[in-house]
Structure formats: C-alpha cells, structure tokens
C-alpha cells in the first residue's frame, strides 16, 4: 500500500511541477497569476445543485466517485488553475469517533460537545482504512485532473476545537474560550489530538496525489495575536510541520486575520491566504519575506456591475506583486447566489491581465 501511495503523489508532483499554481506558492516566476476559488464546487452552479439533490453533506463526502465529479465541476465550467477536494472540515473528526451531523442551513452539529480531558480521550487517532474513501477519491482526480493540480483540504485545529466544544457553529467562541482560559491543559490536549488527527488526514491525501494543501483556520480571528501565538499556533505548526517532507505546497488560511497574519507567517505555511479586510501588499509585510500569498476579493463584489469589479480584480493584481508569488482568490468562499458566469470571467481576466 504504502509503495503505491508514495508512487501515486510522486507521479503527480513531476506532471503539476511546471504549473502556475505550484510555482507561485514556491515564489517562482509563473505565465500568468493562478486563479482558483474557495467553495468554487458548491452551490452557486447548478450542476452541484443537481447533483447532490438528497444526498446529505457527509454522504456526499465518503462518496468517490460523487467527490470526483463535484470537484472536477468548476475546472470544467471556470477553467480555474486548481481543482480543491470537495471535503468538509469535520470528515477526520467524524471519521475519529464524534458524533455529529452537517445540518443544511446550521452546519456541523455535535452530539456530545468535548468540555473534559475526559471526553478528550473519546477522539481517537485515523489511518487511512478510516478515510479510504478520500484516498480513492484524491486518486480518481489525479487521473482526470492530468496536468490541472489538486489541492487537499482540512480544517485547522482552533476552528475543529471550536466546533467540538461548542456543539456547533458559534458567534462568540464563548464555550471555546472559557475552555482555552480556565483548562488550558485540557485544551492543549484536545488541539494536540486534533493536530494529529488532521495531519494524518492531510497526509494520507498527499500520498494519494495532491500537489498542494489548504489548512483552513476560519474562526482563529475570533483571537487576539497573543492567544493565537499561545493557544494555537503551536498546534497549527505541528500540522503544517508534518507536511513538511511531502514535497508539496501548503496554504494556511483564515478569516478575521489581519492582527494575526505575522504569527500565522510563523506557522510554516509556504502561502498565507488573506481574507479581503487587508490590501496584499499590506499583508505582505506582516506575513514576513518568503512567503508567497492568496487572495483576496470580497466575495460580495462578485455582486457589483462588472466595470467595479475589474478595477478591484486589476487592483488585487497589482498589489500581490508585493509578495514573492501570489494566487489569485476570494477573501473567504463563493456566495452561493454567486452567478458562476462571472466566476468565469474573473479567471479570464485575470489570466489576460497578469499574462507575462
């Protein structure tokens, strides 16, 4: 198994080298600026919506074939520069014991929220048999996807730590907090395990073939600098950390970050994502040399008449220039009232505009 794994994502690596995504998370020179967008296989195009109609979120995701076909939708409609796996950050963790469902509308729901060291010990390591589905999934793509990379996905430990302790999404991070303040060994505990858990899980699909990770941090702006550099970066380091050897990209990103994009810097990513809060060049220089950046458009500008929107596209262009590579993107995910026709005529501009 593990010869053909190793097989699998070198084989990959050598035929996505060359592409602009991997080059500009490396900071080498590139054709033109790479453009993918986050929740880019998702509600905003039809054939998503067709496609998943009565078939729950998690189903979804333990279903290879239905996996492929999702991520594979925006590469064929958009012509975007990187296919990303069509997951959920809290597959590992369902995957690890919890029990928990992805509510339309809600979000992910847990049954028995992790509050002790006791219910801790509860979340139990993952090997591939727990997530096979995945390594199927991430091998079918590399076959279709040829020369187009993919990008594996998890969820970064603060945000599955805050979805595991407050039972589901949360406005206030309340319950996370008063954990991470008043027990912090406890909470050390649970982002450690948590921090193996996604690790593994992201290993397993570079093994499969991914030529690049996302480690996605969406709730970490809930924190000030100084909690994050305590209570979070030592875990989300470990994950990246682990990655380290698999000879692939990786991209760290989260929401609400700009007071955090120095320590985030820190964490080991190759690429910092930027959410649209703060100007690239501006980001840049916090983040610190060697690292390259995405982002980072208001995904409510896709909203506004098309002559706004290419000044702020040609704008985002221009200051990624700051940074030793830069990936085009959203500041946070696709609107699902999004009209996927201009999702296709931002990646044409933005090929043309920043065409070497």
């Known amino acids: 198994m593990s010869t053909t794994s ?24 590139v054709p033109h600026t790479p453009v993918w967008f986050m929740r880019q296989a998702g509600r905003s195009l039809p054939e998503y919506r067709e496609i998943r109609a009565g078939v729950p979120m998690l189903e979804s995701c333990r279903r290879p074939e239905l996996v492929t076909e999702i991520t594979l939708q925006p590469v064929r409609r958009h012509g975007v520069d990187a296919a990303i796996l069509f997951s959920d950050i809290v597959v590992p963790v369902a995957a690890a014991g919890v029990d928990l469902d992805i509510v339309p509308g809600t979000g992910p729901v847990v ?5 002790t060291a006791a219910d801790v010990r509860r979340l139990r390591p993952i090997g591939l048999d727990d997530v096979a589905y995945v390594d199927e999934a991430v091998r079918l793509l590399v076959a279709e996807l040829g020369e187009t990379p993919l990008i594996g996905f998890a969820g970064a430990p603060f945000t599955l730590a805050s979805y595991l302790v407050e039972g589901g999404p949360s406005r206030t991070h309340a319950r996370t907090k008063a954990l991470m303040y008043g027990d912090p060994e406890t909470w050390h505990a649970l982002c450690a ?19 690049a990770v996302q480690l ?3 709730w970490a702006g809930a924190l000030c600098a100084a909690d994050y550099r305590r209570f979070v970066l030592p875990h989300s380091r470990a994950v990246l950390d682990g990655l380290a ?35 690239l060049d501006t980001a840049t220089a916090r ?29 985002i262009l221009a200051e990624g220039r700051a940074a030793p590579g830069h990936i085009f993107n959203l500041g946070h995910g696709v609107l699902p009232e999004t009209d996927p026709g201009v999702l296709t005529r931002v990646v044409e501009l933005v090929h043309a505009a920043s065409a070497r």
């Open 287 to 315: 983040i610190g040399p060697g690292r390259s950046v995405q982002g980072n458009l208001d995904p409510c500008l896709l909203f506004a008449p098309w002559p706004v929107l290419e000044t702020e596209v040609r704008r």
């Open 6 to 29: 190793t097989g699998g994502a070198a084989h990959n690596g050598t035929v996505t080298s060359r592409a602009a995504l991997v080059r500009a998370a490396r900071g080498e020179p």
């Open 245 to 279: 050897d698999a000879g692939i990209p990786r991209i760290h990103f989260g929401v609400g970050t700009a007071e955090l994009l120095g320590a985030m810097g820190e964490a080991g990513a190759d690429v910092v994502g930027v959410d649209w809060r703060t100007p």
């Open 216 to 218: 996605f941090d969406s």
């Open 193 to 211: 395990r948590l921090a193996e858990i996604t690790g593994e899980f992201l290993r397993i699909q570079a093994r499969a073939g991914v030529s």
């Open 111 to 115: 049954a028995q929220p992790i509050r």
